[in-house]
């Protein structure tokens, strides 16, 4: 077992190449951190080969809801698996994708949202409301309308169109000028300094921006957003890609400043954080203007193999009625404020905390650098040092992000702080 595990790790080395990963490091010899190589969930908890247990900090890239191994969802899975794992969505359907939709329409007053795009992942998302965007002012006729707002530090993904809404430099520069026609503004005041006519929508990642460094937008913003949009005829994009599905303490950002959104686009927590699947979600409106002859070449020529894949389907409604079964939206104020409290009463007084930003379950504890830190990424350090202490998660830049799985419990809170506490002290 002990050369399987080893040899586990050399076949890691030499053959796959990791997201986001500096891989001279990762394939150092010397690194003998990495790969730690997870193997079984439970709830909150991750395990690796070794048996070694984690609280799994970041609901493992922002996207488990309700635990690892939820046996509704596991029992979902399965159950689809054995009738059918995949059909095309391109002039067929499906059972889970066709309930799946209309229970996503449900969440929503009537007459609003009412349409249901199904792609892969967040990006992909992304990539079908923008389309759709510059569509609806081709058939419209407002052909020339094509441009797109977005803020800056903000975050939509990394497939070529999403990535050129985005306002991060080291993720986004690189390819800055092989995608949308993009206009960034730092704040609401910015918009107006550009004739409206010209764009088709505006984006945004509504309460928080996420790898921005958990960045929480100033109440009201969202509303006013929304009436600009209103009265300057501009779509209004909302990429609750990572905010979706109860993070911020309601089932949707959104809520939380009463605004409906013309495209809501939705990913990571949609299957529990199981399985890929995305949604982008219209209106009536939006959906109307793609109708027409064939000839008219109104429709939307816009799709992904997996689009609607019923395995995906049926995990993401699994995870709906876990909401339901577990009321899980009542138990989060709770949970939030003891959250809240207890990150403020371990870090309040701490010499090394810069800021600490909050919203929902959602945390970003922001460090100074210290003189202790043995790289320029201190970040980076403190996480693989959290392991030690039983967590993972993953920084951005100098700011430890806590995102924990909806299912945390107030003794698992105190154990993943307790962790951060014990990291910074090294520092
Ligand atoms: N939007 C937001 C707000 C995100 O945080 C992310 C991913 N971190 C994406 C879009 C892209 O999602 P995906 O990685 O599933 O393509």
């Not at 001279?24 to 193997?39: G, R």
């Not at 759709?132 to 020339?144: N, S």
């Not at 704040?187 to 107006?192: P, T, Y």
């Not at 010209?198 to 921005?212: C, D, K, M």
Request: negative net charge.
């Amino acid at each position: 077992m002990a050369d399987r595990k080893e040899q586990l790790r050399q076949w890691d080395r030499q053959h796959l190449w990791h997201p986001f990963t500096q891989m001279k490091d990762w394939c150092d010899p010397e690194n003998t951190d990495d790969p730690l190589i997870l193997q079984s969930g439970e709830g909150a908890y991750l395990f690796d080969i070794d048996g070694n247990r984690y609280l799994d900090g970041n609901s493992s890239i922002w996207t488990n809801i309700h635990g690892h191994n939820h046996p509704t969802i596991t029992a979902a899975i399965k159950e689809q698996a054995e009738q059918l794992a995949h059909c095309s969505a391109l002039g067929f359907s499906n059972e889970p994708a066709i309930e799946l939709s209309r229970e996503l329409v449900s969440l929503f007053p009537e007459d609003t949202l009412s349409r249901v795009f199904l792609s892969d992942d967040g990006s992909t998302a992304i990539e079908c409301a923008c389309k759709m965007a510059i569509q609806f002012r081709q058939l419209t006729g407002e052909p020339e309308r094509i441009k797109f707002l977005s803020f800056t530090g903000a975050y939509h993904g990394d497939t070529a169109g999403a990535a050129s809404l985005g306002g991060i430099s080291t993720f986004h520069e690189r390819f800055a000028s092989t995608g949308f026609d993009v206009e960034q503004v730092a704040e609401l005041a910015d918009l107006e300094r550009f004739d409206a006519g010209e764009f088709t929508a505006v984006i945004l990642e509504p309460l928080i921006q996420g790898a921005a460094g958990m960045r929480v937008w100033p109440g009201g913003m969202l509303a006013s957003l929304r009436q600009w949009c209103d009265e300057s005829g501009v779509f209004l994009i909302l990429d609750e890609v990572m905010t979706g599905f109860g993070r911020t303490g309601t089932m949707f950002a959104c809520e939380r400043e009463e605004v409906i959104p013309d495209f809501l686009c939705l990913a990571k927590g949609l299957t529990g954080g199981y399985l890929p699947l995305a949604a982008t979600l219209t209106t009536e409106r939006v959906f109307e203007a793609f109708l027409g002859e064939i000839e008219e070449q109104k429709t939307f020529y816009y799709g992904h193999s997996y689009c609607g894949n019923p395995l995906g389907c049926a995990a993401a409604l699994a995870s709906l009625h876990v909401f339901r079964d577990e009321q899980t939206l009542s138990g989060l104020p709770d949970k939030i404020d003891y959250f809240h409290a207890t990150l403020k009463a371990a870090f309040g007084q701490d010499p090394l905390l810069q800021e600490l930003r909050l919203c929902g379950l959602i945390a970003g504890i922001e460090f100074h650098r210290s003189e202790k830190a043995k790289t320029p990424t201190q970040g980076a350090e403190m996480c693989k040092a959290a392991r030690q202490f039983g967590l993972l998660t993953r920084p951005i830049g100098d700011t430890i992000v806590l995102m924990p799985p909806l299912c945390i419990t107030t003794d698992q809170i105190d154990e993943m702080v307790e962790a951060v506490r014990e990291v910074s002290r090294l520092y």
